[in-house]
């Protein structure tokens, strides 16, 4: 097995470090907890990485998949660009910001990253369906990886999302079941479905092949790095839904530490939510250790994780750094899509919305440092969101093709 | 001037060769041809070019810009995926076949190679206003362009286009103009603004700065080429609009050839036309050397050009390579935007269709050699084209969160 995963060497349990062979188990037999892979680096240097390809695979030394894994059927996500974002610094009273903008993935969002590790491990495990439950960008990024991959793929969805994600899940061939409910309740079917007959042999990426798949959301961490010259940011604002990606770039970050790749520099890591789906920005703000489920009613549908799984773990990671967790409505979220289509030219999706809406009011706040070199994240595609920006889903003027009539206006 | 264009020299007309110097011209003053950038490139060689960025910027020695470009706030456009198209291949019977997919771009279409270099003619020339006529596509990437640059934008596009580019063109904050007619009308309508006092100061990508904007398309040549491992495709199929994109992937090639970058060997160049507005494949097929204007109808809005300025060149550059032009159908079109997605997870919008379309009805007509490395170019996303698979974007089920309800679908 130790080929196939790489630097990978067990699973071991997030809570009390009961360790298990690498396998499709999520969940520790001890005390419940979620799995994660744990690994025996060795040496790993920076001229290595960079003579790789420019995809999440010059990191492939750091993650679970095989040595040649680039030569493999893989969507080959990644290397997205780190924009040196001046125009939208200046305009929030900031002196150094960048935007880490992941809509440049082939499906164009970061659930591709995530996804391209799932896809190696469904392959050693012998599965023959790619599966997951999504609030939309994350079954659009299975279903082209499985046609890319070969392999067959259902997936399930909360029923009432945007056109825009239903049409990209479906055109790459694989089956797309809508759920009467909620992504918590498609969650819990998806659960249901693994202990049955009929999800045999079925790679669920956020459920059985998790452990796997979370790892994905580490090469956010060491691209940012790597881009900003192999050093850490001061301050970074990340979105949360599941928690999952805050959680490993915060992995990501101390693993290039432990390896020398960085510097030993302290990081602030704040959390991103919508009101309308806030339960971890809430209990932040109340002290808390866990998290109380909410039934969530934002625009920012990606986002829409009502009992976010690692919660907590946000919350002991915000306290850690120094960082926080804060939330923004839903008018404070089109507000922000705006002013960074405006500034920067990315248009960004309403999750990238709740990110730059939690920067500017924590800047206006107080509690981000306007002189510290900060990075904010942009992790879906304004066109998958239309309805956000319905308000000029029109030309500003239509005329004859005259002189006369452009004078006019 | 020499040190903000680079590498290049001055213009030359293409028809008589009369030179001028680097300035904001487009048309010959002795034969009204039409003017191209001339270069003296000295020495360059692949680890030059290897150790740039990954984007179009690492080819700066071969584009009319300066050598600091990529400090410059601009797209940074490039390097988008070159796929291994196995799957597809396989599908349409070819040994060896790739697809460029440009829908990684920034605003995902090619435009923002283009746009990129026209920005940096614009700030040289003291422009103020960065403006187009668009069928849809180069709007988004003049808009989004301008915002990054800090320029103001106003783009002219025909009114009934397709509401996501519409969206995405207002949404960078500048004026976006709908004409009520063709594309061809909407171009007329610019060429009389240029000469007007309204548009003194503006900067049209493509008309005034035309020169430059299209040298963009030539990265797609430099790309494909050292994508390959820095050799020439056998085969290549380039979808056909105004002509310009072909004629400078043909001029990109021949440029690495004479500058030893690449070996010369022999290239068929295949141009691709939707049905509805075919007037360069007729008259390939009808084996005149002009082009007769039509009145597009096509759902492949991006390549909806009438009267295409560059038909004549790609007439030529066809006949020269032993290539050709082809049509295909609406319908073809949509079933080629289904079976790339379904085959290799790319996700094309109608542009790319007719791409795929003409390459299935090129082997199949065994026009194409299906032995041949082959390369066909994806320059489009299929967010922005959603009406052309209408028919699939809602979910293939809707059921209660149940097994039981699962398993009776």
């Known amino acids: 097995m130790s080929l196939e995963f790489g630097p990978a060497v067990a699973l071991s349990c997030r809570e ?15 005390c419940f907890g979620p799995l994660e892979v744990a690994y025996d680096f060795g040496t790993v240097t920076r001229e290595q990485i960079a003579a790789g390809p420019t995809s999440i695979w010059r990191y492939r030394a750091l993650l679970p998949v095989p040595a040649d894994v680039a030569a493999k059927r893989n969507m080959n996500p990644g290397w997205t660009n780190l924009v040196r974002a ?3 610094g200046r ?11 992941d809509s440049g993935n082939p499906t164009h969002s970061f659930k591709d990253r995530v996804v391209a590790i799932a896809v190696e491990a469904a392959r050693t495990f012998g599965f023959h369906t790619l599966s997951c439950s999504s609030t939309g960008n994350l079954a659009g990024a299975v279903t082209a990886a499985a046609a890319r991959a070969g392999l067959d793929a259902c997936v399930f969805i909360p029923a009432d999302l945007e056109q825009a994600k239903i049409a990209m899940a ?16 498609v969650n819990r079917f998806c659960s249901e479905l ?19 798949y979370a790892e994905g959301s580490k090469t956010l961490a060491y691209e940012i790095a790597e881009q900003l010259g192999w050093r850490l940011p001061e301050q970074i604002v990340i979105p949360v839904a599941s928690g999952s990606q805050l959680t490993k770039i915060d992995k990501g970050f101390k693993e290039l530490v432990a390896l020398g790749l960085v510097e030993d520099t302290p990081y602030k890591i704040f959390g991103a939510q919508a009101q309308g789906c806030s339960p971890v920005s809430a209990a932040y703000k109340a002290g808390h250790e866990v998290v109380q ?15 976010p799984a690692d919660g907590p773990y946000v919350l002991d990671i915000a306290r850690r750094t120094g960082g926080g967790v804060e939330d923004v409505t839903d008018a404070e979220i089109v507000d ?10 990315i248009f960004a999706e309403t999750a ?51 002189l006369d009539a452009f004078r006019a206006i």
Chains 1, 2 share one sequence.
């Open 91 to 101: 305009a929030l009273g900031l002196r150094s910001l960048h935007v880490k903008d």
């Open 293 to 307: 489920p909410v039934k969530p009613d934002t625009i920012a549908k990606s986002l829409a994780i009502g009992n």
């Open 194 to 212: 693994i202990g049955d007959p009929l999800g045999d042999k079925w790679g669920f990426v956020n459920v059985n092949l998790r452990p796997y």
């Open 16 to 30: 009390c470090g009961a360790r298990y062979d690498l396998g499709p188990s999520f969940a520790c037999l001890e």
């Open 352 to 402: 990238g919305g709740v990110t730059v809406g939690v920067l500017k009011k924590l800047v206006e706040a107080g509690t981000l440092d306007p002189e510290a070199e900060t990075v904010v994240l942009n992790t879906g595609d304004g066109l998958k969101t239309l309805d956000a920006v319905s308000s000029i889903a029109a030309p500003s003027a239509v005329i004859r093709p005259s």
């Open 170 to 185: 479906r055109v790459f061939g694989g089956r797309l079941i809508g759920i009467e409910g909620t992504y918590d309740e």
């Open 336 to 345: 922000a899509v705006k002013l960074l289509a405006a500034t920067e030219g």
């Open 86 to 88: 001046d125009n939208l």
